[in-house]
């Protein structure tokens, strides 16, 4: 024990020394287990630096590396012989008042800036609460509007179907017309094969008309007495008679030439709109697809609003945890919330502006999209009438042809006619006599026939008389037979005639009765053709109430999109600006402690080439006692130092990023703010989108806890030195952990990409 005490003494320590200080130790300072890094034995753990200034402690780490660079340089018989409390109390009297007051300073600033920084975040969370509360209640009011767009997404699509089963049925009823009509057509063609035999009829009537005006001018030419004469005129009257009646023919004929005409228009008339049903019929087809489709449309759009409600409240929900963990702690956006919320409702005015007149534009152009549809349809109809036309042209011309070729008959027989007119210029007079004979002719017959009677008895009687008599009667009974002959004749080509007559009137009233029923088909055909166009009216009406509804729901899509949008812009808003708080909280701690460290540091080497001309000066002393063990403790003593210089230096370069990080996030928080200065004086609305860097990661629910100022210097503390196979272990780690990382970066990348495709798509 003397010898330790002498040892001491030559060292420079005192016994009062000693003693003050282990009493001072024992009130002070708290002890910490250690190892030493030598080969000795364990010794006690060095106790804390004695307290001064208000209880403000000096670290015993300081304390432990001084007396460790002191001993380093001893022999090792003396460094066992040394009492390191002692040592330490020398060490910390010798420090001075002005080292302890600049610690305790230190700890006062760095307590005060770390509890203006924690009020400030305080207020500006408190702030961007409120702010997020009125983004849930604008998101709850969009929620419901969305309910209220799907139910009458809903209704509208009921609506739809209800059109649909109405339009099936138009289509079949439309579909039953035309055959109706195809029915019609047909029976108009029969009609007209009718009049095509009646021509035939009469082009007979006036063959029989020739001939018998060849009969007249034979009997002329063969009979030159009276009663000759009066049978040629009776002839005559007979043959104006049927002059008479071939022009009442004439006259049917040109009539039914132009009922055929008429007949012809309306069976072209009845195809034309035959052929516009079935073109009504197949629009009506191709809406109903469309209407199919739009229910279709429908049904997915309903179906992606219903997923992106569900979606929404998931993210209120989400949003509503995110502000009951914050609790008061977000309002400070207030001011800027409400400045972008007026120029965003103005610029929401300019947008709905400008889709007001983008969605009459584009009314503009399905407007004249549908003319020119239906301008194509009516080019289409027109052509196909046109050809309709042009065959019906050349039947028409092929019946021109026959026509004149019964013209030019006709103009042969009205030669003929004129002909025979001149030759019976002559008796034109004598036809009203003739018709007034016609009565009397009868009774001459008559008084003929009592005369031929009495002839017979006169023959009778005096066929005993004379030769020439006999003659004579027999002559006057040859000529009675030939004019009992004639007239029967005459009286059969009458009852012809008559029988012909009642023929034609009663086709004249069958084509009065067919004209007739022609017309009221007309207008049955016009009255169902109204319908029609009053349907097409009223589907091109529902397809326009259809597209509004198309379009309507397509702005509420751009809506719920770029609500969706501005929510997670505001979540990683809100989630960045904790990022930057927390990295900017966390170097400004570093960067104190670093400013601290430095200056402990400069005093550090002072004290420390201090000390080492005091080691030099026991190195010269122990010169001649130095051993293989001293020089391995010594080569120790300078790995400790050279890991020590490495972990400084480590310290620095994390420092030199951090500040680094530092100064781009201060230089995009300024491009920000200078971006929302702009915006709020220009009162537009841009969407600003800040990222740091790569890092995506949550941000780290903090509790409001005090935060122990002493636990930030603990990196001051000295460690043992790590050996290469630790350190080399530790690299490896250090490289699979940033692997490790890297990996997750690119997956939670690809899957926000695929999240965002796939949000994209539903909404399309």
């Known amino acids: ?50 307290t001064n200034n208000g209880g403000e402690t000096l670290p015993d780490s300081l304390l432990e590396h001084i007396v460790e660079l002191i001993n380093a340089s001893l022999p090792d018989f003396v460094r066992t012989c040394i009492d390191r409390e002692s040592e ?5 009297e010798h420090l001075g008042d002005s080292f302890k007051n600049y610690i305790a300073e230190l700890n006062g600033q760095a307590r005060s800036t770390v509890e203006q920084e924690v009020a400030a975040t305080r207020q500006k969370l408190e702030e961007e609460l409120a702010a997020q509360r009125r983004k849930t209640a604008e998101l709850e009011e969009q929620k419901n509007e969305i309910r209220n767009a799907q139910l009458s997404a809903e209704r509208q699509k009921r609506a739809l179907h209800d059109k649909v089963h109405d339009l099936d049925n138009r289509v079949a009823t439309l579909e039953a017309e035309k055959e109706q009509y195809e029915l019609e057509n047909k029976s108009l063609l029969n009609k007209l094969k009718v009049a095509d035999v009646k021509q035939h009829e009469l082009d007979e009537v006036m063959s029989e008309n020739t001939r018998l005006l060849g009969v007249i001018q034979e009997l002329k030419n063969a009979h030159a007495d009276e009663s000759a004469s009066a049978e040629i005129e009776e002839l005559r009257q007979q043959a104006a008679q049927a002059t008479a009646s071939l022009d009442e023919a004439i006259q049917k004929a040109e009539v039914l030439s132009g009922e055929n005409e008429t007949l ?9 709109a035959i052929s516009e049903k079935e073109q009504m019929v197949e629009q009506i087809g191709n809406e109903k697809s469309s209407l199919l489709a739009a229910c279709d449309e ?28 914050i609790g008061s702690e977000k309002s400070s956006l207030l001011a800027a919330y409400d400045e972008l919320k007026t120029t965003n409702e103005t610029l929401q005015r300019l947008i709905e502006e400008k889709e007001q007149a983008i969605s009459e534009k584009e009314q503009m152009v399905e407007q004249i999209g549908s003319e020119k549809s239906s301008l194509l349809a009516a080019y289409d109809e027109l052509k196909t009438t046109n050809e309709a036309q042009i065959s019906a042209s050349q039947t028409l011309e092929q019946t021109q042809g026959e026509l004149t070729k019964a013209h030019e008959e006709l103009k042969e027989a009205q030669e003929n006619i004129a002909r025979l007119e001149e030759n019976l210029a002559q008796e034109v007079l004598l036809r009203k006599g003739l018709e007034e004979k016609s009565g009397v002719l009868q009774s001459d017959l008559d008084t003929s026939v009592q005369r031929c009677n009495e002839l017979e008895t006169s023959l009778q009687k005096m066929q005993e008389g004379e030769r020439a008599e006999q003659l004579a009667l027999e002559e006057s009974a040859a000529q009675l037979s030939e004019l ?19 023929e034609y009137k009663r086709q004249i009233e069958r084509k009065s009765e067919e004209i007739e029923k022609a017309q009221a088909e007309a207008e049955q055909h016009v009255a169902r053709l109204a319908s029609a166009d009053a349907m097409i009216a009223e589907l091109k009406k529902q397809s326009a109430d259809a597209e509004a509804a198309r379009t309507e729901l397509a702005e509420r899509d751009k809506r719920i999109a770029k609500l969706t949008e501005e929510n997670a812009e505001l979540s990683k808003f809100v989630e960045l600006t904790g990022k930057v708080e927390e990295k900017i909280n966390r170097y400004e701690e570093i960067e104190t402690a670093k400013r601290r460290a430095e200056r402990e540091l400069a005093e550090l080497r002072t004290r420390m080439e201090e000390v080492q001309q005091e080691a030099d000066r026991w190195r010269e002393e122990a010169k001649g006692k130095s051993s293989p063990a001293d020089a391995e403790e010594l080569r120790k003593a300078k790995e400790m130092i050279a890991a020590l210089k490495k972990q400084r230096q480590e310290l620095i370069s994390q420092t030199a990023t951090l500040r680094t990080q530092n100064k781009a996030y201060e230089n995009q928080i300024a491009a920000r703010e200078t971006t929302k200065k702009e915006v709020a004086d220009n009162g537009i609305h841009e969407d600003i989108k800040i990222t740091f860097g790569n890092d995506s990661a949550p941000v780290e629910k903090t509790e409001k806890a005090a935060i122990n100022i002493d636990d930030c210097f603990n990196w001051m503390k000295p460690v043992r030195p790590d050996s290469l196979e630790e350190e080399k272990r530790r690299k490896e780690e250090e490289k699979r952990r940033a692997e490790e990382e890297e990996k997750a970066r690119a997956a939670e990348k690809e899957a926000r990409k695929n999240t965002d495709t796939s949000s994209q798509m539903s909404l399309w």
């Open 1 to 50: 024990m003397s010898f330790f005490k002498k040892s001491l003494k030559a060292l420079g320590f005192s016994e009062e020394e000693e003693e003050e200080y282990t009493q001072h130790t024992e009130r002070e300072v708290a002890a910490s287990p250690r190892t030493t890094a030598n080969t000795g034995p364990a010794e006690p753990a060095a106790p804390a630096a004695p």
């Open 298 to 325: 429908l049904k997915t759009t309903n179906e992606s609003l219903q997923r992106l409600i569900e979606e929404k409240e998931q993210a209120i929900s989400e949003k509503e945890q995110i502000v009951e963990q």
């Open 484 to 502: 009992k002959n004639s007239y029967a004749a005459l009286q059969q080509e009458r009852n012809v005639l008559s029988a012909q007559n009642e």
């Open 264 to 272: 012809q228009r309306l069976i072209e008339e009845k195809e034309q």
């Open 88 to 92: 330490k109390r020398y060490i910390y």
